[in-house]
């Protein structure tokens, strides 16, 4: 794997140019460590504060033992909350609705996010090979991903597999 991302000279440069490095590089060496949320632990309104807060539009819910059980889009937190607000270019809360009175909404907010994830989402193990992840794109959600145990590590958006294949 090593080779083919960062090859040593130009001797395997133009040896590795007739591989396919889709059948080497595995998911788990271009995963993005993401934050995700927890059931119990998370509301509607903390999600939504968490996605504003790493610019995400989705993110994936773990459960008790961190094994990824769905996902929820930001769209529909903002609509479950029934907030109205205008973002600026960083997708932060600005004026029309005072930041300090959306945290403190966030804050009182706790309805389930059972009510409005997603359980079927696209998931991977870290130790499969791209090659076997393309098809998984198909729902247009980022791909889970997984170590031996399940456990969620962090997700690979369809961008990310382009750019380690250049």
């Known amino acids: 794997e090593e080779l083919l991302t960062q ?17 080497f590089i595995t998911v788990g060496s271009i995963i993005n460590k993401t934050v995700s949320l927890k059931i119990g632990q998370d509301s509607v309104g903390s999600g939504l504060k968490k996605m504003l807060d790493h610019n995400l539009q989705v993110m994936y819910v773990v459960d008790g ?4 059980i769905g996902l929820v889009k930001k769209e529909h ?5 029934k907030q109205e607000y205008v973002v600026d270019k960083h997708n932060k809360p600005i004026d029309l609705v005072k930041k300090e009175h959306l945290e403190t909404s966030l804050k009182q907010e706790n309805e389930d996010l059972m009510a409005i994830i997603e359980t079927d989402f696209p998931i991977i193990d870290a130790s499969a090979h791209l090659e076997n992840i393309f098809h998984l794109y198909k729902q247009g ?4 991903v997984v ?20």
């Open 7 to 23: 090859p040593k000279d130009d001797y395997i440069t133009a040896f590795i140019q007739e591989v396919n490095p889709a059948q």
């Open 141 to 144: 959600f980022p791909v889970a």
């Open 65 to 68: 033992q961190n094994k990824p």
């Open 77 to 81: 937190l903002e609509t479950s909350l």
């Open 147 to 166: 170590d031996e145990e399940k456990e969620f590590k962090g997700m690979v958006e369809a961008s990310d597999v382009v750019t380690s294949l250049k």
